[in-house]
């Protein structure tokens, strides 16, 4: 039996919160405190499937501290980060998304993800629409190490309106786009 759930942080477990680093595998993050994980992952709600043990088969995160400006107009959008199995080739990951797609729908929220060109093959069997190439027109603002876009070919269209979509679609070296990060 696979249990589909959504936590906050503070609702996560010390073992679930050291399993998703580990299978993360960033590496400063390896070693966070609870309190620390706690403070760092405010702003997100981790979407996961486990087994009837309750243990993690696989998990993702989406960030609601994320913002795009596009055409000089700031949108809160939600982005989807941080996806990963814990046994590949299961099915699991396919699952996820359809029930977090289904979720944000059903709560009318819009939400974004981002995948180098390899992975496109993935997100198309999950039936989650790729906006190939986009990625490339996002500019940070104000740089930040944290965000290594730079890998990322395409945007993932998870659950984004019509007009977000098409603001997206619409990316290009004349018209750029910024992802916004506080201070």
């Not at 609702?11 to 299978?23: D, K, N």
């Not at 994980?37 to 997100?44: G, L, T």
């Not at 499937?49 to 949108?75: A, G």
């Not at 940070?140 to 965000?147: G, I, R």
Request: contains cysteine; glycine residues 4%; proline residues 2%.
């Amino acid at each position: 039996m696979i249990i589909y759930q959504v936590k906050t942080p503070a609702m996560l477990s010390e073992f679930e919160v050291t399993t998703i680093l580990r299978h993360w595998e960033v590496e400063e993050w390896l070693n966070l405190t609870l309190k620390e994980f706690h403070e760092r992952f405010a702003d997100s709600e981790f979407h996961l499937l486990t087994d009837k043990d309750s243990n993690i088969l696989c998990v993702t995160r989406i960030n609601y501290d994320f913002h795009l400006e596009l055409n000089h107009v700031v949108y809160r959008v939600s982005e989807l980060v941080g996806l990963v199995s814990v046994e590949k080739m299961k099915g699991h990951a396919k699952r996820l998304i359809s029930d977090v797609v289904l979720n944000l729908k059903n709560r009318g929220v819009e939400c974004i993800g981002f995948c180098e060109n390899g992975l496109r093959p993935f997100y198309e069997k999950c039936g989650t629409p790729v906006l190939y190439d986009q990625a490339h027109y996002l500019k940070e603002k104000p740089l930040s190490e944290e965000f290594d876009h730079h890998t990322d070919d395409d945007i993932l269209d998870i659950t984004l309106s019509a007009h977000l979509r098409n603001l997206l679609t619409g990316l290009n070296k004349e018209n750029i786009g910024y992802i916004l990060f506080e201070d």
